[in-house]
């Protein structure tokens, strides 16, 4: 076996655009997949990082790997992207993936509903039976922008690449609650526990991945087992995941094992400590705000430093959204802020939780551009300059730090 | 090298529920490719029929291949799928795909666009800056549905699956047309002609990809370069595609390299001859109504026969859309058609060219029953029972071929 044999597969991309060339010019008629990989690694250059294998059905050239668990989607492989292909879409995992063989039979997996009339354990194949609803959303990180701190947080330093909108298929959560007879009491809080094997020889509780939100997310949550048309991936939380609209992504607990209702706040590490907006010189503690709902945001994606293309007629585009609630306008700047104008919203509306893709043409001259764009929501909520400095570096919707600067030539 | 370097990469879906119980049963700690390759093809059966050099990157796992040009999606692989990924939509080719090369310098492909004040070669480049617009439609080929006809024309038996719903971003025809001063007279047709390498030693006429339009086509047609947020691979007609929303699929001019506005219908074999909708016994002459527009038309996706589930509650789930007009409401059968009830409209609305998902919520009793849907456009025009025989087995969108025969436990 040599050494390519052990490399992921290079993407697609890769494959069209970069080893072509070579492969023509060797006069080779047809492809094989040694000699596609061998081109792809001469062709491309800086070689590309291997991808872990749990993700290495992904698209390496569209992505960032911080690490094996923390996985960016590159800015300007974002395009008019009104759904991120799986191929492209970032991962963030809290723990390791589980093995593999928790999706050999996804419909056996079971969640235990708690907090309501009639508790039990459901499997998959049984909610598949109870209600089905589909939903496009943004999944983001809520460290996404994280690299934008001057403070160098600890923590992935994230720039736009850790968010994506994608579409989910499940059961609403609140037919799953009807059905069970409805909820006890009136309570505050639903939970969701991860079922990721937790690393022996530590207390559960410092690294389980479980969350409390307020009980209305339960209006728009699913209990989720498609991504994109297709079974949740592993790394994405299959064989089931809950899928609450408007919420940061450490809130969307994959391989969900749990989901209770209830009046007490979970006391697992990640929820009492962790993704907290700890003030500048604190520390995390369970009376500061949570990471629970998205901020207003956008970004540009067209043109960027990497692709800033020549003076004279422009489209200036972007991706825009709003958290809970949708999209109003979106307003662009190419003088760093100093004045704005309005930009056209374009393509399919996809619902309030889904972005929004924005274009503004405009004629400019040569040379260098600060760009900058800015949402407005459909409450009124505008996307602020500056971020709200704290600690984990969360949060980041600051329209002055997703500015991009672009020599036209 | 050996035999499995020569073989595409297993699907992603392969992977995860194929070779993970070999994998950990052989205790391996690591997948490499190699290892993976080799326990996908274990323990896959049938084996996976190995996908063409331009299409490799595809999902093996959920298409059909029919030849080398020809491949189709699975029934089963359509989930709820709201945008098929660019990994599972099907393929037609009329002819081979360009060399690769073509798509080195995708900026840099241009189309010449004839029968307006200023006629002239526009490049991709250019285009980009001209305008920006995104559109969902349901891209279909015309003969999908073909295999259901008892006749069993020549070409490729498709069933339900030579049909995607998919994501198109370039820039509007009629912006592009404005900007070159306009249309010259009155033309009745707008005509394309793809950029295929056409076979030595035959009439050019006979062979190239040119189909006309009614002009009137042109309002929501895009030139486009990305699919699904990408730019477009060659299988799909990168680096530049003429995407006109309702029609169908042979009219989605791929590699254009000429758009010309004029009163006379392309005499080329594809349009003149090819394509029309001929009454049984009959020769294909230009007389005949050509392929243009696609018919309402829905399917179920699930419960299929190949994934029946058990009897009690059933969600019964499909996808539905209205050629050139949206959807207004489905209905479904649980007894071949005796009777129908009306199913819910699920999930996000991308526009009238999309297709939209629905489900109906049932009990059915443990035996073998017949599910059907019939699909209605917001103009009232209802999925017929029946196909229309033609010679070429066109434009089927029978409710009654579509219909599955399932049986639960």
Chains 1, 2 share one sequence.
């Not at 993407?11 to 040694?34: I, P």
């Not at 409450?379 to 020599?407: C, K, M």
Request: aromatic share 6%.
């Amino acid at each position: 076996m040599n050494k390519l044999d052990q490399q992921p597969v290079p993407g697609r991309r890769q494959l069209l655009a970069g080893s072509a060339t070579a492969l023509v010019a060797a006069g080779l008629g047809s492809f094989t997949q040694a000699a596609r990989a061998q081109a792809a690694s001469q062709a491309v250059a800086p070689a590309v990082k291997p991808l872990p294998a749990y993700v290495s059905w992904k698209d390496a050239n569209a992505l960032i790997l911080h690490s094996s668990s923390t996985i960016e989607t590159k800015r300007s492989a974002m395009g008019m992207g009104l759904i991120t292909p799986a191929e492209q879409l970032y991962v963030r995992n809290n723990l390791p993936a589980p093995a593999p063989t928790i999706l050999e039979n996804r419909d056996a997996w079971t969640v235990s509903v708690e907090g309501v009339k009639s508790p039990r354990a459901l499997s998959v194949a049984e909610l598949k039976t109870l209600g089905v609803e589909t939903v496009a959303m943004v999944l983001q990180c809520s460290g996404n922008g994280r690299g934008f701190f001057p403070s160098k947080p600890s923590g992935t330093p994230w720039k736009v690449g850790a968010a994506g909108c994608v579409v989910w298929t499940g059961v609403p959560v609140r037919e799953v609650v009807e059905l069970l007879g409805g909820l006890v009491s009136s309570p505050e809080f639903m939970t969701g526990t991860g079922g990721e094997t937790l690393p022996e020889g530590l207390d559960p509780k410092s690294v389980m991945v479980e969350r409390s939100l307020p009980v209305a997310a339960m209006a728009d949550a699913l209990l989720a087992w498609e991504m994109n048309g297709q079974p949740i991936s592993l790394a994405h939380g299959g064989p089931l995941r809950l899928v609450v609209p408007g919420y940061q992504g450490v809130n969307q607990i994959k391989y969900i094992k749990r989901l209770a209702f209830g009046s007490v706040e979970s006391d697992a590490k990640i929820m009492a400590h962790g993704y907290r907006i700890s003030p500048p010189g604190s520390k995390a503690d369970v009376s500061q705000p949570s990471v629970l709902e998205m901020g207003v945001k956008s970004w540009i994606t067209n043109p960027l430093p990497e692709r800033p293309g020549v003076a004279g007629r422009v489209q200036i585009q972007g991706l825009a959204f709003g958290g809970l609630r949708g999209i109003k306008r979106v307003e662009v700047s190419v003088d760093g802020g100093k004045s704005w104008s309005r930009a056209r919203l374009v393509g399919p509306d996809l619902g309030k939780y889904a972005w929004r893709q924005f274009a503004f043409a405009t004629t400019l001259p040569a040379g260098t551009h600060t760009l900058a764009s800015r949402a407005i929501d459909t409450a009124g909520f505008i996307q602020p300059e500056q971020r709200l400095e704290n600690v984990g570096g969360y949060n980041n919707n600051s329209w002055a730090d997703h500015a991009v600067s672009v020599t036209l030539a």
